[in-house]
C-alpha cells in the first residue's frame, strides 16, 4: 500500500447556487480515493433546468470518477444543513433520487457538524460558564427555528397582497434554504449507520477519522466550535444576540408560530369580521412590519446554520487545501482570535494553496483581515481558489450584501487562479465541473 497520493484531484461540480466537490486522492491507477464535501443546490442557471433531472446527472459523474457500479466513496462531508449542501442526497424527487446513487457508493465514513449528532438532544454537554444555554437546548433552539422557517416559506408562497416582490424574494428563498431537508438529513444519517461505515460529528479540534482512510493525508478540523469552547457560533447580530433564540426556541414559541406567519386575522375570533376602514391603514403597516420582522428572523437562522459550518484542512503533498462550508465569522474568530494555539493556527493557514471559497462568495465568510490577507501565496497568483455561486439567488448590490460580492469576487480574480462554475458552459449539454490537480 502507497504511503502517500502521488497527486489530488479536486473537482467543483456546477450545481449553480450550491456545492459539491469531489476529492480524488490518486494511490495508483487501481487505488483511488474519493471524498465527497456537499451535494446541495437552491438554484440552477437559465430558467428551465430543474434539480430533478440535473442532480442525478452530477451523481452519476461522481459514480464513474469513483469506478463505476462497484466504486466507493471513501467519505461524505455535509459541512452543515443548508439546502443548497445537502439537498442533493435526499432521496426523493425533488432532486430526482440523486441521494440513493450518492448512497450506493457505501462511504465508509460519513463527517457532519456536531450540531447534526442525532443523540444531541439527549446527550446534552455542560455549555460554557455563565450560560443560559446548554448544547441540548442550541439544538432544539435549531430544530424550533427550521419549523419556523417551513411556516414562513409556505407564507411567501401564498402571495399575500401587503408582501413586496423582493420581500416575497428573499423570503422565499431564505425559508426553503433553512427547511430540515428531511429526505437528505435521514439518508445521511442511515448513510453513517450502514454497515461497514461509521458517522462522526465535529467540532474544532476533533479528529476527523479521514487519515486512517487517507495515508500520508493530516486533515485538521478548525470549526464549529461547541458551546463548551466558544459561545460566538450562536450569534446572529453584533448587537442584541439571542433575540429571536430566546423567542422562539421551545414548545411556548412553537405554538405561537401561526402568530408570526398569519397574523392577526388568525385570532379574530369570529369568521368575517372585517376591519373598519378607519383602521385598514395601520394593519398594512403592521403586516409590512411583520414582514421585516419574518426577514429578520429568517435571516438570523441563515447566519446561525452557517456559523455551524464544518471548517477542514487538507495536508498532502505539501500542499493544504481549505475548505470552509460556509463558515462566517463567528465560527471562523474562534479559530483565529480565540483558541489557545491560535497563533500555530494562522501561520497554518498563511501557506494554503488552494481555498475553497466559503460561503459562494460572500464578504462575511472571507474574512479579509483574519483570513484573506493572511493568504501569503496571493503574492504573484500562486493561490487557487475555487466558487461555486450562481449571482442574483442571494443578497443585494443596492445594499452591498450580493452574493458573490463584488469586491471580493475582484480580489480572487486579481491575486488568486478563480475558477469559478458561473463560468462553466450550461444547457442541453452543459460541463459538468471544474478541476484543479495537486500537485
Not at 447556487?17 to 437552491?42: A, E, P, Q
Not at 459523474?61 to 444543513?81: F, M, S
Not at 439527549?122 to 437546548?137: C, I, L
Not at 372585517?274 to 438570523?300: K, N, T, Y
Amino acid at each position: 500500500m502507497a504511503k502517500q497520493p502521488t497527486k489530488v484531484e479536486i473537482r467543483s461540480y456546477q450545481v449553480g447556487f450550491g456545492d459539491c466537490f469531489l476529492l480524488s486522492f490518486i494511490y495508483s491507477n487501481s487505488d483511488k480515493r474519493h471524498v465527497l464535501i456537499d451535494f446541495g443546490t437552491t438554484g440552477l442557471p437559465g430558467k428551465t433546468a430543474q434539480p430533478s433531472k440535473h442532480m442525478p446527472v452530477v451523481a452519476n459523474d461522481i459514480k464513474r470518477e469513483c469506478g463505476g457500479p462497484n466504486g466507493r466513496l471513501t467519505a461524505v462531508v455535509a459541512t452543515h444543513r443548508h439546502k443548497d449542501h445537502i439537498s442533493g442526497f435526499g432521496t426523493d424527487s425533488q432532486t430526482g433520487n440523486s441521494g440513493s446513487i450518492i448512497k450506493s457508493l457505501q462511504p465508509k465514513l460519513v463527517l457532519q457538524p456536531w450540531t447534526e449528532d442525532p443523540d444531541a438532544k439527549r446527550d446534552a454537554k455542560q455549555a460554557t460558564k455563565g450560560s443560559n444555554r446548554s448544547r441540548k437546548g442550541f439544538v432544539a433552539g435549531l430544530a424550533s427555528m427550521h419549523d419556523v422557517a417551513q411556516q414562513i416559506a409556505s407564507l411567501a408562497a401564498t402571495n399575500p397582497s401587503w408582501m413586496s416582490a423582493s420581500l416575497r424574494k428573499e423570503l422565499s428563498f431564505l425559508g426553503s434554504e433553512n427547511i430540515a431537508n428531511k429526505s437528505a438529513v435521514e439518508n445521511l444519517i442511515a448513510m453513517g449507520k450502514a454497515k461497514g461505515a461509521a458517522a462522526r460529528y465535529l467540532h474544532f479540534g476533533a479528529s476527523s477519522g479521514l487519515e486512517k482512510l487517507l495515508p500520508g493525508v493530516k486533515v485538521t478540523v478548525l470549526g464549529p466550535p461547541d458551546l463548551t469552547q466558544s459561545e460566538k457560533i450562536r450569534k446572529m447580530r453584533k448587537k442584541d444576540p439571542d433575540q429571536f433564540w430566546h423567542l422562539l426556541a421551545g414548545s411556548t414559541a412553537l405554538r405561537a408560530r401561526s402568530s408570526l406567519t398569519s397574523g392577526l386575522k388568525a385570532h379574530s375570533g369570529k369568521k368575517g369580521v372585517s376591519i373598519p376602514v378607519e383602521a385598514r391603514w395601520f394593519r398594512d403597516r403592521l403586516d409590512r412590519l411583520r414582514g421585516q420582522g419574518l426577514l429578520e428572523i429568517v435571516r438570523s437562522l441563515d447566519d446561525q446554520m452557517n456559523n455551524t459550518s464544518l471548517i477542514l484542512l487538507f495536508e498532502v503533498l505539501g500542499k493544504k487545501l481549505l475548505f470552509p462550508g460556509d463558515a462566517q465569522i463567528e465560527n471562523w474568530s474562534y479559530a483565529l482570535e480565540d483558541a489557545k494555539n491560535v497563533k500555530k493556527i494562522r501561520a497554518l493557514l498563511a501557506d494554503v494553496d488552494l481555498y475553497k471559497v466559503g460561503h459562494h462568495g460572500s464578504l462575511n465568510a472571507t474574512p479579509r483581515k483574519l483570513l484573506w490577507e493572511g493568504f501569503r501565496k496571493r503574492k504573484g497568483k500562486k493561490l487557487k481558489t475555487m466558487l461555486s455561486t450562481l449571482p442574483g439567488k442571494h443578497g443585494k448590490t443596492t445594499s452591498d450584501t450580493e452574493v458573490p460580492r463584488r469586491t471580493l469576487l475582484k480580489a480572487l480574480k486579481e491575486e488568486s487562479q478563480l475558477k469559478n462554475t458561473d463560468d462553466l458552459p450550461f444547457g442541453k449539454k452543459p460541463t459538468l465541473f471544474n478541476r484543479f490537480e495537486i500537485p
